[in-house]
């Protein structure tokens, strides 16, 4: 491994430049995800709505976004499959080029059957670039310096769900109707986009250099590395189950908080999802500053703990605090929070196994427990809900418990360096 004056490994000429290349993949890629967010089923008759326009009921609408994350559930191991067999810059234009094919035929699906394979194929772009793009960066960046670009990449679905919240509409009312429904303009628009994507990613992404690849996936020894590799650490299964609490509060939030703020006289509608606009806006910037600050920071699982341990309380207060001007500290505080923790939640995912090549099966693990929780939280949130009576506020405590759940697992859990040995950090 090639090292600096100073004995310590060094970044590839050319690391950044792969870093933005895949990151701007994923922003693309999860415009796709959400694109459907604010078209899906609005109970506006004037308004765009792929429910009304396709005949779909709730079960089927909700299935649009869900499926999102039930493929990428499917594909994380396989994912790592395709980044031994044929490499990141192969499988992650493979991921894009399964996105575009999917938006192609929901730009001509006129039917609740066509609509769903669309979004299912687009899935699988999304299932692949989860895994691929952390997994680049893994390979270009030494782990001292992996803070700033692992922080960056933290934040793609957020701007994913920002450019869905203040750009579909105005996307959708841009163009008319050309192909049949004014939604469908979201397609056409994704379709362009991943196009320069695919552009940008075939000219830029590559495999570090021999001897400067900090992932060691091309190791003449990698082949006795199964895609499983991380599976049969037990170490790897606390980190997991940190990501699956994770989560399920999370997700628990995204679907719920805008409308405890309506229930609660907090914002009407309009304004609770500005709100929740937001919060991701923050986070998309804070994830970048917090990537920074993280290649600063020596003690970076200790950092991630207390950090987990905060965002445990503003869990449970989001749902406990009422009117405006509580609300807005408590929006502001959580997104801080949050991109302190999705900056070290993926910046020491790769870390969580003593052998460096099985960094990409550690990631798709990750991937799967997140998601795993991603899914389930929503629809736990709402049985919550109804559990109690319709009292919104009782979710606080949800949210906090599965928090605090990820809390203990990162205090438990142990962080390697390039060579397998443990670190306290």
């Given at each position: 491994?090639?090292?600096?004056?100073?004995?310590?490994?060094?970044?590839?000429?050319?690391?950044?430049?792969?870093?933005?290349?895949?990151?701007?993949?994923?922003?693309?890629?999860?415009?796709?995800?959400?694109?459907?967010?604010?078209?899906?089923?609005?109970?506006?008759?004037?308004?765009?709505?792929?429910?009304?326009?396709?005949?779909?009921?709730?079960?089927?609408?909700?299935?649009?976004?869900?499926?999102?994350?039930?493929?990428?559930?499917?594909?994380?191991?396989?994912?790592?499959?395709?980044?031994?067999?044929?490499?990141?810059?192969v499988g992650g234009l493979v991921a894009l080029v399964f996105a575009?094919?999917?938006?192609?035929?929901?730009?001509?699906?006129?039917?609740?059957?066509?609509?769903?394979?669309?979004?299912?194929?687009?899935?699988?772009?999304?299932?692949?670039?989860?895994?691929?793009?952390?997994?680049?960066?893994?390979?270009?960046?030494?782990?001292?310096?992996?803070?700033?670009?692992?922080?960056?990449?933290?934040?793609?679905?957020?701007?994913?769900?920002?450019?869905?919240?203040?750009?579909?509409?105005?996307?959708?009312?841009?163009?008319?109707?050309?192909?049949?429904?004014?939604?469908?303009?979201?397609?056409?628009?994704?379709?362009?986009?991943?196009?320069?994507?695919?552009?940008?990613?075939?000219?830029?992404?590559?495999?570090?250099?021999?001897?400067?690849?900090?992932?060691?996936?091309?190791?003449?020894?990698?082949?006795?590395?199964?895609?499983?590799?991380?599976?049969?650490?037990?170490?790897?299964?606390?980190?997991?189950?940190?990501?699956?609490?994770?989560?399920?509060?999370?997700?628990?939030?995204?679907?719920?908080?805008?409308?405890?703020?309506?229930?609660?006289?907090?914002?009407?509608?309009?304004?609770?999802?500005?709100?929740?606009?937001?919060?991701?806006?923050?986070?998309?910037?804070?994830?970048?500053?917090?990537?920074?600050?993280?290649?600063?920071?020596?003690?970076?699982?200790?950092?991630?703990?207390?950090?987990?341990?905060?965002?445990?309380?503003?869990?449970?207060?989001?749902?406990?605090?009422?009117?405006?001007?509580?609300?807005?500290?408590?929006?502001?505080?959580?997104?801080?929070?949050?991109?302190?923790?999705?900056?070290?939640?993926?910046?020491?995912?790769?870390?969580?196994?003593?052998?460096?090549?099985?960094?990409?099966?550690?990631?798709?693990?990750?991937?799967?427990?997140?998601?795993?929780?991603?899914?389930?939280?929503?629809?736990?949130?709402?049985?919550?809900?109804?559990?109690?009576?319709?009292?919104?506020?009782?979710?606080?405590?949800?949210?906090?418990?599965?928090?605090?759940?990820?809390?203990?697992?990162?205090?438990?859990?142990?962080?390697?360096?390039?060579?397998?040995?443990?670190?306290n950090i």
């Open positions: 491994m090639v090292e600096d004056s100073k004995g310590k490994a060094k970044t590839p000429k050319g690391a950044w430049v792969v870093m933005l290349s895949v990151f701007l993949a994923g922003i693309v890629m999860a415009f796709a995800q959400y694109k459907v967010t604010g078209v899906l089923a609005s109970p506006d008759p004037t308004a765009p709505s792929i429910a009304r326009d396709l005949a779909l009921d709730n079960a089927t609408a909700g299935w649009l976004m869900s499926l999102f994350t039930l493929v990428g559930i499917f594909l994380a191991f396989p994912a790592v499959a395709i980044i031994k067999k044929w490499g990141i810059k575009v094919v999917g938006g192609i035929i929901g730009v001509f699906a006129d039917s609740a059957t066509a609509i769903i394979i669309a979004r299912i194929i687009e899935g699988f772009g999304l299932g692949f670039i989860g895994v691929i793009a952390p997994s680049a960066i893994a390979m270009w960046f030494p782990i001292e310096k992996r803070g700033a670009p692992m922080g960056i990449w933290s934040s793609w679905q957020m701007w994913g769900i920002c450019a869905s919240f203040f750009f579909g509409i105005p996307i959708t009312n841009a163009f008319g109707d050309a192909f049949g429904y004014a939604w469908k303009n979201l397609w056409i628009v994704g379709i362009v986009l991943l196009i320069i994507s695919i552009v940008i990613y075939a000219v830029f992404v590559k495999v570090p250099p021999a001897g400067e690849n900090h992932a060691d996936l091309n190791d003449e020894t990698d082949g006795k590395v199964s895609i499983f590799a991380a599976c049969k650490y037990k170490n790897a299964w606390i980190m997991a189950l940190a990501g699956f609490a994770f989560g399920i509060s999370n997700s628990t939030v995204i679907a719920w908080i805008s409308p405890f703020w309506q229930a609660s006289g907090t914002a009407d509608a309009i304004m609770a999802n500005n709100m929740t606009g937001a919060m991701y806006l923050i986070e998309c910037i804070g994830c970048i500053v917090f990537g920074f600050i993280l290649n600063a920071i020596t003690k970076r699982r200790r950092f991630m703990v207390v950090n987990s341990l905060i965002w445990a309380v503003a869990f449970f207060l989001m749902f406990r605090v009422s009117g405006i001007p509580g609300a807005l500290i408590m929006l502001v505080v959580y997104s801080v929070v949050e991109s302190g923790y999705c900056a070290a939640m993926w910046t020491l995912c790769p870390q969580a196994v003593p052998d460096a090549r099985a960094g990409a099966s550690m990631v798709a693990m990750f991937t799967v427990a997140v998601d795993l929780g991603m899914m389930l939280g929503s629809p736990l949130g709402g049985m919550f809900i109804d559990a109690f009576s319709g009292e919104f506020g009782a979710l606080a405590y949800m949210v906090c418990g599965a928090q605090l759940v990820a809390t203990v697992c990162y205090a438990l859990v142990k962080m390697y360096d390039a060579k397998g040995v443990a670190q």
